[in-house]
């Protein structure tokens, strides 16, 4: 589904499985995301980067830069999205999907849009240094994180396109339709649903076509390129320090931008739904 190279926990060296506890604490997190499993494949650059960044993203100017984000995206998205098709099978005498199971479901969708602003945060960071730009360094003084995250036990299962072939069929559409080099785990942790991934996707489908979507997405790439820039610590690395890594920021930065433009289309769409 990917060229990319992902190191998962149980199959990476000590080393990175060290790094990786540090990451997950750094964001609030029990997976450290599909970003630095693919930085991961190269220990040396992965090593470099995280030690340039993990004073950022351990700070509390950080977490305020990602809540904006997942803020503004899910706000924009509420103001041009008007999802339809999938309310009667929600609200009905007899539910598509059960009331406990939207609970689920919204539990899900809670996580991912508090890691896929930070994920992509960080992403566009690194995206900005390899333009040769500058990023960070709008404080002196180390402000930790005092924010204590809800997330770190583990409580996702992510669902194989093998699996079914209705769920097989779901990836590739979302994956082709979106131009992207993956399904990214979103998607994935909500297969356990089929029937409300399905349903959910075909109805936001045809409104990523639209003019509406490319400028929102345009709006909050924007919002991210400045809030990447302004970073609260300097990120002292080069164009040559990432030059390893460039593949895995470039083909990922429309997989996270995507990823929080359409969780932040399901969350509209599953709270108008259940009101």
């Known amino acids: 589904m990917t060229s990319l190279k992902l190191i998962e926990e ?3 060296s ?4 060290k790094i990786y506890l540090e990451i997950k604490e750094a964001l609030g997190a029990f997976d450290v995301g599909v970003l630095f499993k693919s930085l991961a494949s190269r220990p040396k650059s992965f090593r ?3 030690e340039h ?3 950022n993203v351990e700070s509390e100017g950080f977490a305020k830069d990602s809540q904006l984000i997942k803020q503004e995206g899910i706000e924009g998205m509420a103001k041009i999205y008007r999802p339809y098709d999938y ?6 005498e007899k539910p598509l999907i059960l009331r ?27 995206e900005r240094l390899l333009e040769g730009e500058s990023v960070g ?9 005092e924010e204590k995250s809800p997330y770190r036990e583990e409580f996702i299962r992510l669902v194989p396109p093998e699996s079914t072939k209705p769920v097989a069929e779901t990836y590739e559409d979302i994956q082709t339709s979106l131009a992207l080099p993956m399904v990214d785990d979103p998607y994935r942790a909500l297969a356990n649903w089929p029937d409300y991934l399905i349903v959910a996707w075909s109805d936001l489908r045809p409104f990523t076509e639209t003019g509406e979507y490319r400028k929102e997405k345009e709006r909050v790439y924007l919002l991210t390129s400045n809030l990447a820039r302004s970073l609260p610590y300097r990120v002292g690395l080069s ?18 931008l995507t990823s929080l433009l359409n969780l932040s289309a399901f969350k509209v769409a599953l709270d108008r739904a259940v009101v």
């Open 48 to 50: 470099l980067i995280w």
């Open 100 to 126: 406990a199971d939207l609970d689920d479901i919204d539990e899900i969708l809670n996580f991912y849009l508090y890691l896929t602003p930070k994920l992509l945060l960080i992403n566009t960071a690194l």
């Open 87 to 92: 309310f009667p099978s929600i609200v009905e």
């Open 14 to 17: 000590e080393e990175i499985k």
């Open 137 to 145: 360094g709008r404080e002196t003084d180390k402000e930790l994180l």
């Open 53 to 55: 960044i993990k004073t």
């Open 10 to 12: 149980k199959d990476a």
């Open 239 to 256: 164009k040559e320090d990432l030059e390893e890594a460039e593949k895995t920021v470039k083909e990922l930065q429309p997989v996270f």
